[in-house]
């Protein structure tokens, strides 16, 4: 993966990470409202979303692109298809 890549994807986890900390310190709040617990959950969502896009375009970018240069389209495609599935 690109470093610069590998950099966007660690620091969108990072946030993600910081939203979710966030999410578990205010369930020990018996009074936490139930509507900014859902926020925040739907801010770490977005946040994961954000990393998982950013490593794809990495992979595209630095694999798939040069995958018919070394063969390997077929095992490309079955990869993704394999990983996109869950997504």
Do not use: F, N
């Not at 986890?13 to 925040?40: N, T």
């Amino acid at each position: 993966m690109p470093e610069d890549s590998r950099q966007r994807a660690a620091r969108r986890l990072a946030i993600a990470r910081g939203h979710l900390e966030s999410i578990r310190r205010s369930l020990e709040d018996p009074d936490v409202y139930c509507v900014d617990v859902l926020r925040q959950i739907k801010a770490v969502q977005g946040a994961l979303d954000g990393a998982a896009s950013v490593v794809l375009r990495g992979h595209l970018e630095a694999h798939v692109a040069t995958a018919a240069t070394r063969g390997d389209v077929q095992d490309m495609v079955d990869e993704l298809m394999d990983v996109l599935k869950y997504i």
